[in-house]
Structure formats: structure tokens, C-alpha cells
């Protein structure tokens, strides 16, 4: 009796075409909130106290009745597990009504506390939903993670993000959310500013992050995604409710950028640098003085003081227009330090889903 010969897999068994990739017709990505989460595996980050838990409850309560994000964006209704796990019933009953839910809905289901590890209990909520686009959020991964006390930090974070992406890689249509806290400190990229490892940033599709001054409701919603348009965006928290700051991604873009063109400066020189944002094939100096009730050497004093700082461009003498991109904006005011603020405004294109 001859002994069976084993023949080792060609290493290439798995590679595929550039004819067979063009030829193929994948199904469109599907949205949780249009324009902003994608399905697949999201992060949250925020510092505490922030308004995250409020943001995520919103998204839920919308999702599971197919209502409204943010005031504006429309969404498809699916069903909800929302894991509160820093939360209990009773705070979770209060924050619901503040928000507006006066009558549950049967869509939508909470867990203060897990019975089970969490890949678990996630795993059986998707696949009890596979067909409805479930969505599941987890707030917050900290409850959940655990401590490390090895060498390699960067792949441990990778690896417990990964079993968690591939939960809803399993099931197409479905997305999870998960909240995570930020690194102390101000970043200039607004992904270093994800507490832990880059390993964290790096297996999630899409990464949020609330940027938002203590005892103000104006804060920016930044987004980077794999599927989604890339790009920062106005919002607003009062008394628990997130909106966005305009009727659509495209103006919230807009009013972003705006925030941070008028940052830092007095009442005048914002109201100026706000008025020439509205006339973006630009305006003259004496427009401007009759627009803003301002004498003609005021105008032209803040015109120069706000070209110099790059709040605002002047393609050609005489005429004033807005920046849509704002790489080294300067604080001018003379009761303020100087500091250099850098952003990018990415437009939202033609055919995006915002309303």
C-alpha cells in the first residue's frame, strides 16, 4: 500500500484578476446615516462628558424608527441593540424622553449589563437581524476592553478591533458603533487624538471624532471613512439633542470651515470675514461698509488684517472672496496670543445623500 502524498496549496490560490475585478458587480455600500456612517465598524471618539452617549441614542432612536440624524439627515429604520454599559434603566428612560421618545419603539433594544462576552452578544444580535441591516452600538469599548500588560500594545488594540469588524464583515448591510474616549491634549490630526494604540484607528472603516468646548453647544463632527466622504462638519448640542448646523453636509461643511476662519477674533472682524463668506464670487470693500453699517476705513483695515491672517483671499485688487481651504489661519487679535490653526475643508460631492 503506497503512502498518500499531501501537495501544499499554491501560495497564489487566492489571487484574482484585474479582468475578473472590473467585470464584477458588488452590491452598493449601505448607510446607517447617510453621507456620515457606513456599515462596517465605526468609532466614536470624544473626550468625556462631551455629549457622545447623547449623539449614539440619538442615531438609535432614529435608526429603529426611521426618522431623522441630527435634525436633518433621513435614515432607513433597522433594528437597534444599544449595550449602555456606563449607564442604567433609569437614566437611559430619562435621556430618551429629554431627547424626544415618548413611546418606545419595538425596533429598538438595550443592555445595561452583558450575560455573555461582548463578541457574543453582538454576534447573536446580527445574526438574528441578518436580513434588516442591524446596528449595534457599544458604549463604550472601555467597559469591554480590558487591561494589557505586554509588549506588543499596537497589535493586542488591533486584534480586539479586528474580532469586531469581522462580526459585521459576516453580515453585509450591518454596521456597529462603537464609543471610545480620546488621548488628553490637543492633536493636530484629529485620528491621534484616539486613546490607545494607532492599532485602535487602524481596523475600524470609519472613525468619528466630536471636537466640542466645555459649556458651549457649538462643536465640529470630523469623519474619515474607507466608504464615506472625508470632511469636518458644524454641529450643535443643546440639551441632549445633536443637530446639524444647516440643512444639509454641504452647508454644515461650510459653517465648519467658517468657525474656524472667525476663531479668535473680535465681533468685527468676524462679522466682516462672515459677510464675505457669502459672496463667493466675491465683494467690494465699499459693499462691504454699506452691508455692515461700517465706515470705509474700518472696512479696509479689517479686509487687510483678515487677508494677512488667511481668512479670507483676494484674486484680484479690490475684490474680496471666501477660502475654502484654510491651511494656516492666524489670530490676529491683538488681546490673544498668536496661534496657528490647521484644517482641511473637504467639499462634499455632487450626488451625496444629505437630507
Known sequence: MSASITTA?????????????????FPPVQYVVPGIIPEGLTMLVAPPKVGKSWLVLGIAAACAEGGKVLGTIKVDQRPVLYLALE??????????EKIGVTTGSPNMMFMTTLVAPVLVTVKAFLDRHAHDQPLVILDTLGKVRGTYGGNDAYGNDYSQMSALKDLVDDVPGSSLIVVHHTNKGEKSDFLDSVSGTQGLAGAADSILVIKRDRNNTDATLHVTSRDAVEGQYAVT???????????????????????????GVGDGMAELVEAVARFPEGIKPKD?????HMDDGTVRRYLRRALEAGRISSPKRGLYTPVTTVTSVTLLDEHRPKVTHETEVTQVPEGTTDA
Not at 442604567?88 to 428612560?93: D, I, K, N
Not at 462691504?288 to 455692515?292: G, R
Open 9 to 25: 496549496p499554491d501560495p497564489l490560490d487566492g489571487a484574482f484578476s484585474a479582468a475578473w475585478l472590473t467585470s464584477q458587480q
Open 87 to 96: 449607564d442604567g434603566p433609569r437614566r437611559l428612560q430619562s435621556r430618551t
Open 237 to 263: 448640542l443643546t440639551d441632549g439633542v445633536w443637530t446639524l448646523d444647516g440643512d444639509g453636509l454641504q452647508v454644515a461643511s461650510e459653517r465648519a470651515a467658517l468657525r474656524v476662519i472667525t476663531g
Open 288 to 292: 462691504l461698509a454699506t452691508i455692515l
